[in-house]
């Protein structure tokens, strides 16, 4: 090697290593306790040490009471000891404090706030901290009571950390907004994270985040400005312009331990006006209320759409104790939603809606994709899809299950050109039960689909359709509808419309294909083999509709004599497996076209793709070989 190049590398090496020891040498560890917490802090908790300076470490130790601290320069905060317990205080890092990171620290905070902003810990205009490996306790009465607040703050990682907080919320939430920012007005909140004013790229992963509260009444005010409601309560909060944040791998539990007003509810996660391309991913979402509980909700504002949002992959279980449960909602001023890979579920008492668009022109709410959930709703009237004035959107490949005494599969109303395709859909009824009030415009029935008024163009194709209800489908003044090749599994003596003179004019009602169960059935019997999805002789496989085949005729009219199936256990995954062949529920499958495919090509691909592996694997050897040698005699040859 010539002689610059060798004295070039060893430059470059000292002064790496000169640089390295510089770093490490300027950060200094400050033990912070109780006692010492003057020397370094004033009465309001700002810093007025001046040998405190940047990259330093805050090592709490012991109790901190009644402490406060304001953090304007990038620090780490944490306790080595593990044993930093801070007692009715808060953090609050600042715009100059970005970049600190506060981690292994215990807050017990009652009743006490800090100078700037609610909540325990706040990331004010700071942006790159880390929150992580924290147990955050906050309990507020009479006042708003925040775990974790972000106010315009941005590539934060909140990570690991138990988040419980509790507040009364009292009164009614108000809607009043302060210095036109869609601050939630008047009312007291609680909130397990609130992220808000363009607070975006986040990052929240694998924490427990357990919210409690008064389930108060909601603020509706401006509802008929399609701005959504004001929640009291919510476990998780992105509001006003916060984007490209991702809550993923969360414990998501909300829960109420006090009831205010007749109109009481509790909300799991919402992100609301004009927040977009967020991303809530493998979570589990519990939220458990008293009169109304829902999940998640989606919702924009008039001039603030929130757009492009991802429901992926999560665990949404939903229960109102008195009335009313809803898994997930997406409302209005909102565009390009996908929700996908869910496991759903809703239970009430008295009416269920697991997944619930809800537009009001039929214009606000564009392009909700709603594909490979697990969904399941249960009460004594159930609409497992609702669809409220929601037009040009697709639920395809989903396990919808419906239980009640009156169940709609899917209910629309004003709701157009929608496609519904290749789901499969169980729903049980018992129209002898007595009606009860009902506050839903939807008249409540027994079927798979429920279109009425003005509920027209709508595309349902290729769905699995096990109703026991006494209507496949019940349309009311809506045209154009196309129900082509769908499966009728059982043919229970059910019929298809419930007003065929009506329906069967001004709808295209084609191809539907009845299918008896066996006697003495416990889940539906698959007659051809289950194993093979590929085998056309398989009445579980919808035809492809782009051959554009016609199989037979209409059949709806052979009794089956049967019991209806007995749903044990998990009802999702007992239909589901039956259904799609044995796969299970818990991992929401392919359309059967695309399982078909997907398995010609593993089958066909399979013994060619071994010499191509032994190739890769012999030449990686050999490079790695090549490597070492060539390193060996670069080492031998340098000095």
């Known amino acids: 090697m010539p002689k610059k190049i060798k004295i070039t590398i060893i430059i470059m090496i000292a002064l790496l290593l000169t640089y390295t020891t510089i770093g490490s040498a300027s950060a200094a560890t400050y033990k912070i306790t109780d006692k010492s917490y003057n020397d370094y802090f004033d009465e309001s908790g700002y810093i007025n ?84 490996n924290n147990t955050i306790i906050t309990d507020q009465t009479g006042d708003d009571s925040y775990g974790i607040h972000l106010i315009e703050a941005s590539y934060n990682q909140i990570l690991k950390n138990n988040i419980l907080t509790t ?100 909300l799991g996660v919402q992100v609301k006006r004009g927040s977009s391309n967020n991303k809530l991913i493998d979570n589990n979402i519990t939220t458990t209320g008293h009169s109304y509980a829902y999940g998640v909700e989606i919702v924009g504002e008039p001039d603030l759409w929130s757009e492009n949002n991802t429901v992926s992959g999560n665990t949404i279980d939903t229960v109102g104790d008195s009335i009313y449960a809803n898994g997930i909602k997406v409302s209005a001023n909102t565009a390009d939603t996908l929700i996908s890979k869910n496991n759903i579920s809703a239970v009430a008492p008295t009416f269920s809606y697991a997944v619930y668009l809800e537009d009001f022109t039929g214009k606000t709410v564009k392009n909700v994709v709603v594909s490979d959930n697990n969904v399941y709703g249960k009460a004594y009237i159930t609409y497992v899809f609702e669809l409220w004035y929601a037009s040009g959107h697709t639920i395809t490949n989903n396990n919808i299950i419906g239980v009640g005494n009156y169940t709609m599969a899917i209910a629309t109303h004003e709701s157009q050109n929608n496609t519904i395709t290749f789901n499969r859909i169980f729903t049980t009824g018992d129209g002898s039960a007595p009606m009860i009030p009902n506050v839903d415009a939807i008249t409540a029935v027994n079927t798979a689909f429920k279109f009425q008024s003005n509920s027209n163009g709508n595309f349902v194709a290729h769905n699995l359709v096990m109703s026991y209800g006494e209507f496949v489908h019940a349309i009311s003044n809506s045209t154009d509808n196309t129900f082509s090749e769908n499966i009728q599994f059982p043919d229970n003596g059910n019929k298809l419309s419930d007003n065929p003179s009506f329906s069967d004019l001004v709808n295209f009602i084609l191809d539907y294909f009845g299918l008896p169960v066996p006697d003495n059935s416990t889940i539906p019997d698959n007659p051809s083999n289950p194993d093979n999805p590929s085998n056309p002789d398989n009445p579980l496989v919808p035809n492809d509709p782009s051959k554009n085949q016609t199989n037979g005729t209409t059949s709806n009219t052979t009794s089956n004599g049967g019991s209806t199936p007995s749903l044990t256990g998990n009802p999702i995954a007992a239909y589901a497996s039956s259904a799609v062949g044995g796969q299970s529920a818990s991992s929401p499958g392919e359309s059967p076209k695309a399982y078909e495919l997907s398995q010609e090509d593993s089958s066909s691909s399979s013994p060619s793709s071994l010499p191509v592996v032994a190739i890769i694997v012999c030449f990686l050897i050999l490079a790695g070989l090549l490597t070492i040698g060539f390193f060996r005699n670069s080492v031998k040859g340098f000095f």
């Open 167 to 266: 507040g009364d919320g009292t009164g009614t939430a108000t809607g009043a907004a302060v210095d036109n920012t869609g601050w939630p007005g008047n009312g007291k909140f609680t909130y397990g994270v609130f992220v808000e004013l363009k607070s975006s790229h986040n990052i929240l992963n694998s924490n427990i985040i357990h919210t409690i509260g008064n389930a108060a009444t909601v603020d509706w005010s401006g509802w008929i400005n399609e701005e959504g409601g004001i929640y009291p309560l919510v476990g998780v909060l992105i509001f006003d312009k916060s984007n490209d944040n991702t809550l993923k791998n969360n414990t998501i539990i909300t829960d109420y331990n006090q009831i205010g007003g007749v109109y009481d509810t509790i």
């Open 49 to 132: 040490n001046t040998n405190i300076v940047k990259g330093d470490v805050l090592d709490c130790s012991g109790p901190i009471n009644n402490r406060d601290m304001y953090i304007d320069r990038p620090l780490t905060i944490t306790s080595i000891s593990k044993t930093g317990k801070i007692n009715n205080g808060t953090i609050t890092v600042l715009s100059e404090g970005s970049g600190t990171k506060i981690t292994n620290l215990f807050f017990n905070n009652t009743n006490h706030k800090g100078f700037e902003s609610p909540g325990t810990i706040v990331l004010y205009s700071a942006d790159n901290c880390t929150i992580a």
